[in-house]
């Protein structure tokens, strides 16, 4: 069971757009709640849970049934792609690489040579032989041109392609990745107690997460959780990362798979009704501070050869009715029919919200005739 594409920008949730159509005939309209999978941790959620005075012990215990809060090796070390480097990578900020000692101030560059990376000069003079990885490291930090600055190490690992690319991973302490991650995930304005909550959440993700990658074991986006490095670290999110510090969220002696997303509509849903392996700790409850969310209910409107058009990898014909078979706790539509004009199908309820655009399966429809 995997425990990625987690994470959801949620700042971004605070700008977004409903979409409309463009015909002033409008002839569906589809009611929805919720952003995001809907799984574990609803953001805003637990927003409105701490500042009604909710601690975060309490947050994470609603959200994580059956959980308690336990602690983790603080010396874990967690690795990062930031990208796939077409050529060579430049990088500078690095006492050492490769048995080599390096100046802090100068630029260097890895460089492949068949399955193996080499250290070179910026100017491209060979410094050192590397073998399958290139390790650089400073004093706590390093700058990774067209990437950023980072705190530990960069790594770079040949890719399996025969030739040419290199995975770009930064390998550093979990609570360092920790701070990376939290002000991409949460506003760093929010209320301390759901700062802490996320934080442990984050954690305990970087753990059970792992995509086991060529050389890394979470990636830097969505699919993981959103990490931006040191450059993205605002003094709120780090003081909520030191104050759990090694803090995670456990059933049954084993880190939990801390889901989460930007909100829930009202009430979160049972994970085995999303990816389809029940979790005693992931099931749906009840969320009532989610109306903090500009997306706890949403609104799209087509009109009927729109719908029909969005639809056509699933529909027989153009639409006439949509049915929902079969629902979750919350209720997220699991699945439905489609009934058009040359017959029925069956579509799942993540084929029917992303054919839309909508912003979660929590949907229902309203056919407008004449």
Same mark, same amino acid.
């Given at each position: 069971?995997?425990?990625?594409?987690?994470?959801? @920008?949620? !700042?971004?949730?605070?700008?977004?757009?409903?979409?409309?159509?463009?015909? !002033?005939?409008?002839?569906?309209?589809?009611?929805?709640? =919720?952003?995001?999978?809907?799984?574990?941790?609803?953001?805003?959620?637990?927003?409105?849970?701490?500042?009604?005075?909710?601690?975060?012990?309490?947050?994470?215990?609603? %959200?994580?049934? =059956?959980?308690?809060?336990?602690?983790?090796? $603080?010396?874990?070390?967690?690795?990062?792609?930031?990208?796939?480097?077409?050529?060579?990578?430049?990088?500078?900020?690095?006492?050492?690489?490769?048995?080599?000692?390096?100046? +802090?101030? *100068?630029s %260097?560059?890895?460089? &492949?040579?068949?399955?193996?990376?080499?250290?070179?000069?910026?100017?491209?003079?060979?410094?050192?032989?590397?073998?399958?990885?290139l &390790?650089?490291?400073?004093? =706590?930090?390093?700058?990774? !041109?067209?990437? =950023?600055?980072?705190?530990?190490?960069?790594?770079?690992? #040949?890719?399996?392609? !025969?030739?040419? @690319?290199?995975?770009?991973? $930064?390998?550093?302490?979990?609570?360092?990745?920790?701070k990376?991650?939290?002000?991409?995930?949460? +506003?760093?304005?929010w #209320?301390?107690?759901?700062?802490?909550?996320?934080?442990?959440?984050?954690?305990?993700?970087?753990?059970?997460?792992?995509?086991?990658?060529?050389?890394?074991?979470?990636? $830097?986006?969505?699919r993981?959780?959103? /990490?931006?490095?040191?450059?993205?670290?605002?003094?709120?999110? $780090?003081?909520?990362?030191?104050?759990?510090?090694?803090?995670?969220?456990?059933?049954?002696?084993?880190?939990?798979?801390?889901?989460?997303?930007?909100?829930?509509?009202?009430?979160?849903?049972?994970?085995?009704?999303?990816?389809?392996?029940?979790? +005693? /700790?992931?099931?749906?409850?009840?969320?009532?501070?989610?109306?903090?969310?500009?997306?706890?209910?949403?609104?799209?409107?087509?009109s009927? @050869?729109?719908?029909?058009?969005?639809?056509?990898?699933?529909?027989?014909?153009?639409?006439?009715?949509v049915?929902?078979?079969? *629902?979750?706790?919350?209720?997220?539509?699991?699945?439905?029919?489609?009934?058009?004009?040359?017959?029925?199908?069956?579509?799942?309820?993540?084929?029917?919200?992303?054919?839309?655009?909508?912003?979660d399966?929590?949907?229902?429809?309203?056919?407008?005739v004449?």
């Amino acid at each position: 069971m995997r425990s990625r594409l987690l994470a959801i @920008p949620l !700042a971004l949730a605070c700008v977004l757009t409903l979409a409309a159509s463009a015909s !002033a005939s409008v002839s569906w309209i589809v009611h929805g709640r =919720g952003f995001g999978h809907g799984v574990g941790m609803s953001a805003y959620g637990a927003y409105g849970y701490a500042k009604h005075g909710k601690s975060y012990r309490f947050i994470l215990g609603h %959200y994580y049934t =059956g959980t308690t809060i336990g602690t983790t090796d $603080n010396a874990r070390i967690v690795r990062v792609l930031l990208g796939i480097a077409p050529g060579d990578v430049e990088f500078s900020g690095a006492t050492s690489a490769c048995h080599t000692r390096l100046d +802090p101030q *100068r630029s %260097y560059e890895a460089h &492949r040579v068949g399955n193996g990376v080499r250290l070179r000069s910026s100017s491209g003079k060979p410094l050192a032989k590397c073998g399958p990885t290139l &390790r650089a490291a400073g004093a =706590g930090k390093i700058t990774i !041109a067209g990437y =950023g600055t980072y705190r530990g190490a960069l790594e770079t690992v #040949p890719t399996e392609s !025969a030739s040419g @690319p290199l995975n770009v991973v $930064n390998a550093l302490a979990l609570e360092q990745y920790v701070k990376g991650v939290m002000p991409n995930e949460v +506003p760093p304005s929010w #209320p301390i107690e759901e700062l802490k909550a996320q934080s442990v959440a984050v954690r305990s993700i970087a753990i059970t997460g792992d995509v086991g990658g060529n050389g890394f074991d979470l990636y $830097n986006d969505t699919r993981s959780q959103v /990490y931006k490095g040191l450059e993205s670290e605002y003094q709120q999110t $780090n003081e909520a990362v030191d104050s759990t510090k090694g803090q995670v969220v456990v059933y049954k002696g084993q880190v939990a798979q801390t889901f989460y997303s930007a909100c829930s509509g009202g009430h979160t849903e049972s994970v085995g009704n999303v990816f389809g392996t029940a979790i +005693p /700790y992931l099931v749906g409850v009840p969320d009532p501070y989610d109306y903090y969310c500009p997306l706890h209910t949403w609104t799209l409107k087509f009109s009927g @050869p729109e719908i029909s058009s969005r639809l056509s990898g699933y529909l027989d014909g153009k639409l006439r009715k949509v049915i929902v078979t079969k *629902r979750g706790v919350s209720p997220r539509i699991i699945e439905a029919k489609l009934v058009g004009t040359g017959g029925t199908t069956t579509v799942s309820g993540s084929e029917l919200s992303v054919a839309l655009g909508g912003y979660d399966t929590w949907m229902s429809f309203e056919k407008l005739v004449g």
